[in-house]
């Protein structure tokens, strides 16, 4: 049972730029072995996982719209592509070390993976798989961050927990202001009118109103680091 957890069903958010880790390739496999190995220690305690996979280490919409013609939306399918590309590396990933994984696509990809379909999804979770969510939420001008709190918001999941390549949120870029601090606590509140980029508007908005609760503060975790999901003061929340 996993009733002396404080959450029972939790929604990961892997950033595209924490799958790159330091390699030039797009996708360091010892990132995603370290994200498989922690989901795998999070499941065996009973908590049901699904993730959110970005896609910006292969390709960011807003980045490419305008260049060569290409418009805004279909760059962004571009990027959505890119997220199922992540997501068959991650799936991959984790059934080597023994997790039973699905994806499910927002758009249709039959031959690669199941489509969305939102009690499927949840029965899967129900039965111990890993739900891998791509291809964001299907539209365009959007992002997987939005992504990650509509699907939390759909399946009942408790919390949004962002999986990045920094160690929290902190009140401005630690990587180019050194004297950038960490945030202890946050409060929905804080992100919006400090204008904190932890996650986009969109996504932060539709956590708020859906009382996903607002401890993102302590959640972000570092990735690379292993264990980090039971180290990091996250364990507060998830092991009551
Ligand atoms: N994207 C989109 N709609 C969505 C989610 C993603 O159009 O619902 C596109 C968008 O172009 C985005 C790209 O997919 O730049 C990759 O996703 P994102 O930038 O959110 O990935 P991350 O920042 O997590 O790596």
Redesign the pocket.
Known sequence: SNSSYKWRRVLL???????AGDQTQNIDPKVTMSIAREVAAVTRLGIEVAI??????????????GSSGLD??S?????????VM?AMFLQSTMESIGIPTRVQT?FRMSEVAEPYIRRRAVRHLEKGRVVIFA?????????????AA?RCAEINAEVVLKA?NVDGVYDDNPRHNPNASLLETLTYQDVMSRDLSVM?MTAITLCHENNIPEDMGVCVFLLGIPSSWRVMPCEEGAYD
């Open positions: 958010k892997v950033s595209g730029e924490a799958l959110v996979v970005g896609g910006g280490n292969i390709f960011r919409g807003s980045s490419w719209a805004r939306s760059a962004d399918y571009i990027g959505m592509l890119a997220t992540n927002a291809a964001g939420t299907g539209n365009p001008f959007f992002t997987t961050d939005t992504a509509l990045t986009d």
